[in-house]
């Protein structure tokens, strides 16, 4: 079994150049009403307009935006991952730090929708 979160957002295609920018992944999909996020062959985020299609689950715009839940993503290279992140400006909420409870680095983000998103290094990368 593999994750495929899916997260509603007000644009989809402006999302998708973020989370490229900010993940390194690409496009599988494209379009403003979905979009599915790909990285090395699988699929990572799925993006969703929230009008679009009619599904009656999928969340409210007026409501807090992602309150409880984090997007939580993992990468063998770390430090890409920061350099992107600066390259591209995403508003970082914590800088990247060694946290020693889960013995990675990681870095707090929030995205232009105000989902909060959380890159983390491989278990064991506390050296910074």
Known sequence: MQAQPLIAVSDVEASSRWYQAVLGCRSGH???DYEQLM???HMILQLHRWDAHHHSHIGKPDKVIGNGALLWFWTDDFDDAVDRIAACGATVL????????????EIWLRDPEGYVVV???PYGDVGM
């Open 30 to 32: 494209g379009g403003p």
């Open 94 to 105: 914590e800088e990247a730090h060694e946290n020693r409870n889960a013995q990675h680095r």
């Open 39 to 41: 990285f090395e062959g």
């Open 119 to 121: 890159i983390a290094g």
